[in-house]
């Protein structure tokens, strides 16, 4: 039993304990305890090789390849569809939400619950991320906009509708700009048949006019049932920008499927400001300098496994992701919201959106850190990454990393707006971060590496990883729930850690001792 336990990934203590059981005079639980340690000692390189699968799974069915070879869908990492535990996510906090810029307060206030709340701020971030192309900051040595990359997953009907309402804030802009750009196309039209018609007046001896140039086509929101030509050719017409906004993640997914819709390397470029180069007989020659693009996107945890089907996914680190499961509980639609129609609270907030984007835009604005707020924000990430690296291994790493980033993309962002709280023009000048933005953002961004890290357990590894021992940390929640049980029967720090294989910081961490 213990030999198939362990191929099995059953916790040595788990089958310590059941096996206890069986004691006997003639086997006694001693003598059972270190035979099952010593088969799972020998056979260590083993555990785990062949996981549990449940009667109900069935891997050769069209649900299990439609994740790829893999077999594993978001419920867990070994070679068959596993069943995933309850998501517990955090929420922010209402005394983050008190920290925050005055606009992004009324954003969220008409939203009835926590969750609806929450979704809403991400999206809120994310869009107007892609509305300042002139709001910059300098991370690493190299000048970055705002721009971030969020990702609302959760099961059908729980919620993440809410995200739509993030679209509305900058909508009307979007349509301003669109409309502008058709007055543009229209005046070329008419000036192609001028010159049509001068044209063939020249044959007959006049002088050949110059042929008027083609506007662009430029607008805000990107569309993401899009294939990877046009998307190039659209960044090329709108200044290299935009805001790629889709409550399903599946048009995104659908698209990039396609042979000739696959854009998943620029929307990696994209969040890194990487140049791009496009060269087809057909689509024409295009060459992106310094793409910025923002990303809003709202889907189930099926949809996230389509979308970015391994851990080790370029995408996956890029994102924000706000993940929750929440139970179903049937509410009143014909409530009136306290602030009246939600559809008239957003379309006031989309105007005074239009109003920043026009003040923003008449001159480059800049955004660092004070040398105090650098230290907080570097110990906050160095901490963070190594609780990443201990609890979930080594490829968690990348998704830290980049979310630091990200981190300071939204001191950039509320920088801005608590600029325009002021009352202050921000055109042309350098701000610093207020200390209160910069605890926000820290908030924040600590609730969404939870979130990432809690989907970044689930996600499938691909054989070849180069982090063959990232399965081992899938058991975290169980591990956690161990220490805390071995230390109410009375075990110190040291004696779980040893017992469990674990470091002892890790242990006085989950047991909240450090």
């Known amino acids: 039993m213990a030999f198939f336990c362990n191929e099995k990934g059953v916790p040595l203590p788990d089958l310590e304990n059941h096996a206890a059981g069986y004691a006997g005079a003639d086997f006694s639980a001693d003598e059972i305890a270190r035979t099952i340690r010593g088969i799972y000692q020998r056979g260590a390189g083993q555990h785990n090789s062949r996981p549990w699968e449940p009667p109900t799974a069935r891997p050769d069915t069209a ?77 690493r040595g190299k000048v970055i906009g705002a721009n971030v990359y969020a990702f609302v997953v959760a099961p059908a009907a729980s919620g993440k509708g809410a995200l739509d309402w993030a679209r509305r804030l900058a909508w009307p802009q979007h349509l301003a700009v669109r409309e502008a750009s058709q007055r543009e196309r229209d005046g070329y039209e008419l000036q192609l048949q001028e010159y049509e018609q001068q044209k063939r007046a020249a044959k007959a001896g006049g002088p050949l006019p110059p042929k008027p140039t083609e506007p662009p086509r430029r607008r805000l929101f990107i569309p993401a049932d899009n294939g990877a030509a046009n998307v190039v050719k659209t960044l090329a017409e709108n200044d290299e920008r935009g805001i790629l906004f889709d409550t399903e993640a599946d048009t995104l997914s659908g698209a990039l499927k396609q042979d000739f819709g696959d854009y998943s390397a620029l929307l990696r470029k994209c969040s890194e400001h990487e140049p791009h180069q496009y060269d087809r007989k057909t689509a024409g020659t295009y060459e992106l300098s310094r793409p910025a693009l923002s990303v809003a996107l709202g889907g189930t945890p099926e949809q996230v496994a389509r979308l970015i089907p391994t851990a080790e996914d370029g995408l996956f680190s890029r994102f924000w992701f706000y993940a929750f499961e929440a139970p179903h509980v049937w509410d009143d639609p014909f409530a009136v919201p306290a602030g009246g129609s939600l559809d008239t609270w957003f379309d006031a907030l989309s105007v005074r959106v239009s109003g920043m984007i026009a003040a923003a835009g008449a001159g480059r604005v800049v955004v660092r850190l004070a040398p105090t707020q650098e230290q907080r924000f570097n110990a906050a990430w160095q901490q963070w990454l190594r609780e990443g690296i201990a609890d979930f291994g080594e490829g968690s790493g990348s998704a830290s990393k980049r979310h630091g980033r990200a981190c300071f993309r939204l001191c950039m962002l509320l920088t801005l707006l608590r600029c325009f709280e002021n009352g202050e023009a921000p055109a042309g000048r350098t701000l610093t971060c207020e200390d209160a933005d910069l605890t926000a953002a820290l908030a924040i961004a600590d609730v969404y590496r939870q979130h990432a890290l809690a989907l970044y357990e689930r996600l499938p590894r691909p054989g070849g990883s180069a982090f063959q021992g990232a399965t081992r940390y899938a058991s975290k929640a169980e591990k956690e729930a161990r220490v805390r049980e071995l230390h109410a029967q009375g075990l110190s720090v040291r004696a779980i850690a040893e017992q469990l294989e674990l470091g002892k910081s890790t242990v006085a961490r989950w047991l909240g001792l450090s």
């Open 63 to 139: 649900a299990g390849a439609e994740y790829g070879s893999a077999g594993r869908s978001l419920g867990g990492t070994g070679s068959g569809p596993l069943p995933a535990a309850p998501l517990h996510t955090p929420t922010i906090s209402e005394e983050v939400y008190q920290l925050l810029p005055d606009f992004l307060q009324q954003c969220c206030q008409p939203l009835p619950t926590t969750r609806e709340r929450d979704v809403l701020l991400t999206g809120a971030l994310a869009v107007l991320s892609g509305c300042f192309p002139t709001l910059e900051g300098m991370y």
